[in-house]
């Protein structure tokens, strides 16, 4: 069965400094990840996704995300936190077989000026 | 293309009345799913579609029945709404699969009394 484990419910981090999200996933065979964004009383805005190509995935402002296959991690960062980042993220598994999107509980990242 | 819209954007109901929810995507998705949100636990799967005519259960199925009767209308009905169904629900599309990157509706806030 597959699963996504957010391992953070809450992160803050500082203007211009790292952020890290981290996300370990369970899953029978070859999955699909994703991140998604959730801004305050909004919807969700896709970040990037893995689907079996380059294990480095690039999303939008500034996220990447490395598929590490032997941890079962799939973590999300970026090299310099902005105040527009403060948002809540939520990690994703998906298999083709069970046609099921997992989530993850989410982690809600805060950003100090 | 409006993408995929959802109404209303807010309902209160009472405890045993009943509703349902609209979701219509104009993109040719073949699948389609609802989700409920709720502090701390992320979004979870209620049911899910992958053509017209062909539905299934997600993780929390009770209380709710869907029908897909159209490409582009995927309906939640709550038979007689519970306090327990009070949430944020989202609808959400993607061309083939769960391994396709989702699109999401703005969501319902529903409150149950």
């Known amino acids: 069965a597959q699963s996504v484990t957010q391992l953070d419910s809450h992160v803050s981090v500082s203007e211009g400094t790292p952020v890290l999200l981290r996300c370990n996933y369970s899953?029978?065979?070859?999955?699909?990840l994703f991140w998604y964004v959730q801004h305050p009383n909004k919807g969700l805005q896709l970040l990037l996704k893995y689907t079996s190509a380059a294990t480095l995935v690039k999303g939008i402002n500034g996220f990447e995300a490395e598929f590490k296959k032997s941890e079962t991690s799939f973590h999300l960062t970026k090299p310099s936190a902005h105040m527009s980042d403060a948002a809540e993220y939520f990690c994703?598994?998906?298999?083709?077989?069970?046609?099921?999107?997992?989530f993850g509980t989410g982690t809600r990242l805060k950003v100090l000026a | 293309n409006a993408g995929v819209t959802q109404t209303p954007k807010f309902q209160v109901l009472k405890t045993g009345q009943s509703m349902t929810l609209q979701c219509a995507q104009d993109?040719?998705?073949?699948?389609m799913s609802w989700y409920r949100q709720d502090p701390g636990m992320g979004l979870r799967l209620i049911h899910y579609?992958?053509?017209?005519?062909?539905?299934d259960q997600g993780e929390v199925p009770n209380g709710y029945n869907v029908s897909r009767s159209t490409t582009e209308d995927f309906p939640l009905r709550l038979l007689s709404a519970a306090p327990s169904q009070t949430s944020v629900y989202f609808c959400?599309?993607?061309?083939?699969?769960?391994?396709?990157?989702?699109?999401f509706g703005p969501g319902t806030r529903l409150t149950v009394l």
């Open positions: 899953s029978s065979y070859s999955p699909s």
């Open positions: 579609s992958v053509g017209a005519g062909i539905t």
């Open positions: 994703v598994v998906s298999e083709l077989i069970t046609y099921k999107y997992i």
């Open positions: 959400a599309s993607s061309y083939t699969q769960s391994t396709d990157t989702q699109y």
């Open positions: 993109m040719n998705h073949e699948y």
